[in-house]
């Protein structure tokens, strides 16, 4: 059985690729990605001598490439993590969200009703809900809240899900979508808000946090995000979304103050900068559905999860440096000026 894995070279494809290889010796993996600035070979060298694994680089808008692989690999399962993935650079340039994550999806799902397939799945995200108030921790966002953007890339997602739901409904395509909350863990590219905490902690610089930081995040350990998409490709119903997330709210002050303190550095360096653009406020996922129908359950409790996120930035340090000291200087300075 062979799987594709797009954006396999990215944070949460890389280690859904590690589980798929360590939990199916019998699977086949195929990463297809086109190598962005968020995409890292050296992220998959642990499985690059692996037989069972292959990796080409192509572009999900590139439909000849992508149908010529179809064609030769006849995939069983589509996993589509490939994505422009940062809300910050969709407010500084939108287009290139527009292309990948709608276009992009469009070119796979079209490849898979020439070619047949047994499940292409979504991985989409929770911001499609658009935010809740911070006063009323009762409401959660459940597979029913309706679609209600505020980025450049949530509605790019947001399209690419209502394509997804579409060509199940018009093609009988065998779709999923799984709509996810804030992942952290190893292989986080460093402008994401722990990486980044982390790095700069590590190098003593400025820790930049947007507006008063009271905005919330429901944080899952990246791992458990991929157990909920195995047992989807493999369990859940075609034509139906899947929310996963781990009740584990947080505002992002307290996530950075947390980070210095595991590093062992002063709260000093926090400082507060402009508000990201139309910032939503509160993100919250009802897991109910995955829980119930499926048997998923977040198992990395935060306090465990950030404890080993942190070793793992501190034991890595050539793969997140390696990062920061090349093309990120110059998006760093353009975000964040002289912070
Ligand atoms: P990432 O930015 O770390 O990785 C994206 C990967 O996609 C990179 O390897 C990049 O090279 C590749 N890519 C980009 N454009 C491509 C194209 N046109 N063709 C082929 N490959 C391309 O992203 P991530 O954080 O790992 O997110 C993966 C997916 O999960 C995304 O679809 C994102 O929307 C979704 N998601 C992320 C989170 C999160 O907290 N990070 C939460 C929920 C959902
Ligand atoms: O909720 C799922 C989404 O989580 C995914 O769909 C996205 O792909 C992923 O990037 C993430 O989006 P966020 O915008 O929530 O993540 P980010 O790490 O960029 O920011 C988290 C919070 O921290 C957010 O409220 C903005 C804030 N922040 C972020 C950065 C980078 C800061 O205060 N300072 C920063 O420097």
């Not at 494809?13 to 600035?37: A, E, M, Q, W």
């Not at 009271?214 to 990246?222: K, T």
Request: aromatic share 12%; proline share 5%.
């Amino acid at each position: 059985m062979t799987i594709f894995v797009t954006g396999g070279a990215g944070f949460i494809g890389s280690n859904f690729i590690f589980h798929i290889l360590k939990k199916y010796p019998d699977y086949r993996v195929v990463c297809l990605d086109k190598l962005t600035y968020a995409g890292n070979l050296s992220t998959l060298a642990s499985v690059e001598g692996n037989k069972n694994f292959r990796f080409v680089k192509i572009d999900i808008c590139d439909r000849q490439a992508v149908f010529n692989l179809f064609k030769e690999e006849k995939p069983h399962t589509v996993v589509n993590f490939a994505a422009e993935s940062h809300v910050d650079r969709s407010i500084a340039d939108p287009e290139i969200f527009l292309k990948t994550n709608i276009l992009g999806t469009a070119t796979l799902m079209d490849a898979c009703r020439e070619y047949g397939i047994k499940r292409f799945h979504q991985v989409s995200t929770d911001e499609v809900y658009g935010d809740l108030p911070l006063d009323r921790p009762d409401l959660f966002f459940t597979e029913k809240t309706p679609i209600h953007t505020s980025s450049p890339y949530s509605s790019s997602k947001a399209a690419a899900d209502l394509l997804a739901l579409a060509y199940y409904r018009t093609y009988g395509l065998p779709v999923t979508v799984s709509r996810c909350s804030n992942n952290y863990g190893p292989y986080h590219f460093p402008e994401k808000l722990i990486p980044l905490m982390i790095a700069n902690a590590l190098n003593d610089k400025p820790l930049p946090v947007y507006g008063t930081g009271e905005n919330v995040r429901d944080w899952l350990y990246v791992e458990d995000h991929c157990k909920a998409i195995d047992l989807i490709i493999h369990k859940g119903k075609a034509g139906e979304v899947y929310n996963v997330g781990g009740h584990n709210e947080m505002r992002n002050i307290d996530i950075v103050k947390l980070i210095c303190k595991e590093l062992g550095k002063p709260e000093s360096l926090i400082i507060y900068v402009s508000d990201r653009k139309g910032h939503d406020l509160r993100y919250a996922i009802d897991p109910t559905k995955i829980h119930t129908e499926l048997g998923w359950l977040p198992e990395t409790k935060f306090s465990d999860g950030i404890k080993k996120t942190v070793k793992w930035y501190l034991e890595n340090r050539k793969w997140w440096e390696d990062i920061i000291s090349g093309e990120y200087k110059n998006y760093y300075e353009k975000m964040y000026g002289n912070a």
